[in-house]
């Protein structure tokens, strides 16, 4: 399975970010594996509208089935259900250790976004 994961730099070891559509680096992480396939730095992350969408649609063009993140807003939220992606937010600490309580089964997905539209703009 493939996890995407907002986080602040390009290594398993950094934090997860805080911000899903405006997070400075998507890392796509095999489950298996525990490595980092595909994504990289956030082109959208400096969008001026639309960050969260876009950054949506990169994840499910990489075939994320889950997303691992602090916080999602509306637009990306509805983009990441309709791509039948299982949204996890609230995530903190690294991204190894985000990746290694999911697999342990210690997160829950969430049902709703958790953030009001444009609040990464902030």
Request: charged share 20%.
């Amino acid at each position: 399975m493939k996890i995407a994961v907002s986080a602040s730099d390009n290594n398993l070891d950094t934090m997860v970010d805080p911000r899903f559509g405006r997070c400075a680096y998507l890392l796509i992480v095999d489950s298996q594996t525990g490595e980092i396939v595909s994504g990289g730095r956030n082109e959208f992350a400096a969008a001026g509208g639309g960050a969260g969408t876009q950054t949506a649609q990169w994840a499910i063009r990489e075939g994320a089935e889950v997303v691992l993140t602090g916080n999602v807003g509306p637009n990306a939220y509805n983009v990441l259900r309709a791509g039948k992606v299982k949204v996890y937010a609230g995530v903190s600490g690294s991204v190894r250790d985000a990746i290694a309580r999911l697999n342990k089964g210690e997160l829950s997905e969430i049902s709703n976004s958790t953030v009001p539209p444009h609040s990464g703009m902030r």
